[in-house]
């Protein structure tokens, strides 16, 4: 009897302090939780305490680690293929010559022509810190076996702040090259990109900036997120997919490019887009700008070839807001109405524009420069405009019946046509709205 009443006791001294352990676990996490409530894109959630009695004690061990429920490697992978297939389908069509002029249909990023910023880091020895950054962390310049060129190691976690690229344009464009060495879990928010209109925010806690808007990346949860977090009004947050970056599946470096336009920002994994939120950048104020880096476990986090431009106006807006859009970025065979390949960009804003606003009805004008007979030229002029509506309909499915096609010839000149550049201001097609 006395020993059944020890084992009783001891029973009851054991489920006591799984109790204690529950107990402990969840104070840490709501602690946790509340630490991070404003941080709206962190949307791995808290282990769920469905299973809390019978994983108490390997969660207490494992401690944060498990603040974030692991991703469903089978979902990742299923996105991954998806993603290949794509690419896959376009790169088929591609090879058998049928969209010369389409390009990429899932890649309508244009870069910025007139660059600010351009660098590779090739200026620095190694173990360097570039001058034009900033930071209230670590990093030295490395090179990284099976990759080419040199890189920014951004060895501990903070901000890093390129110095040169301050007071944002309106609209402009941001390339850069990523990586990281090893799986740092799926904890904390990943590698961020921090845009602010409080210049002193910079350097403090990411999470709680007011005027402020960041896109995280996290390779070890293959997942993209955004916050923003305005002076007035409501916080926005959202999380999705992003395969592209994903050490578990051995993806440990991708190129992404960020184009603003005005309020709108897009943001592109390889050439894939990630994020179009037409209301990323609230305030009126010039934004700043900083990279950080925050991860639980030990890893190096690498950037280079940064490339930051000021980009074009929206095109799409124009057609629909001032009801003109004039280009030379359609081009074309000498004397023909062949469309080069390099015209796809442009073609699929106007496709986009026309798709998002169904109701619309446009006019499509060619014009020549004044080499030539002017009867050729106006007959050229014409077979210009409407091959442009044939690859509208036949890529991207707009309907013809909402575009009408004309041609001017030489007859309408922006110039005197004296240079070659004059000319090619006059080899344009015009996009008039009716």
Not at 89 to 101: H, I, L, M, W
Not at 352 to 371: F, M, P, W
């Amino acid at each position: 009897m006395k020993a059944i009443n020890k084992t009783k006791i001891s029973l009851s001294v054991l489920v006591l302090m799984l109790f204690q352990h529950v107990a402990f676990a969840q104070n840490t996490m709501s602690d946790r939780v509340k630490e991070n409530a404003k941080n709206k894109t962190i949307n791995r959630g808290e282990q769920k305490v469905d299973n809390a009695v019978e994983n108490t004690l390997n969660k207490v061990e494992d401690g944060v680690k498990n603040l974030f429920k692991k991703k469903d490697k089978k979902k990742k992978k299923e996105a991954i293929e998806s993603t290949k297939a794509s690419e896959n389908t376009d790169a088929v069509k591609r090879s058998k010559g049928k969209a010369p002029v389409k390009g990429n249909s899932k890649f309508d990023f244009i870069p910025g022509e007139k660059v600010l910023y351009i660098d590779n880091f090739e200026r620095l020895a190694q173990g360097d810190f570039p001058a034009e950054f900033n930071t209230n962390s670590s990093g030295e310049i490395v090179s990284i076996d099976g990759a080419a060129g040199k890189w920014l190691s951004m060895t501990k976690n903070g901000a890093f702040i390129p110095e040169n690229i301050k007071k944002l344009p309106e609209n402009f464009t941001l390339e850069f090259e990523l990586g990281i060495n090893t799986d740092p879990t799926n904890n904390y928010a990943g590698f961020g990109l921090h845009f602010t209109t409080q210049n002193e925010e910079l350097m403090k806690d990411m999470f709680f900036s007011k005027g402020g808007s960041i896109v995280y990346l996290h390779p070890g949860a293959a997942e993209a997120s955004i916050w923003v977090n305005p002076l007035n009004g409501s916080e926005v947050s959202n999380s999705v997919k992003l395969p592209q970056w994903d050490v578990n599946e051995g993806y440990n470096f991708v190129k992404i490019s960020v184009w603003r336009q005005k309020g709108r920002l897009r943001v592109y994994a390889n050439e894939d887009k990630i994020f179009d939120v037409p209301r990323f950048f609230t305030e009126t104020k010039a934004y700043d700008f900083a990279f950080f880096r925050s991860f639980f476990d030990a890893c190096e986090v690498y950037v280079t070839n940064i490339r930051f431009a000021v980009a074009g106006a929206d095109n799409r807006s124009k057609l629909i807001t001032e009801g003109k859009f004039v280009t030379t970025g359609i081009r074309f065979d000498v004397n023909s109405d062949n469309i080069r390949p390099e015209s796809g960009a442009i073609l699929k804003e106007i496709a986009t524009a026309l798709q998002e606003n169904s109701g619309v009805r446009i006019k499509i004008i060619g014009n020549t420069d004044s080499d030539g007979n002017d009867a050729a030229n106006l007959a050229l002029s014409k077979k210009r405009a409407a091959a442009v509506k044939a690859a509208l309909v036949s890529f991207y499915g707009i309907d013809p019946n909402c575009m009408e096609t004309d041609g001017k010839g030489e007859s309408a000149p922006l110039n005197k046509n004296a240079t070659p550049a004059e000319k090619e201001q006059n080899r344009r097609v015009e996009f008039i709205k009716m």
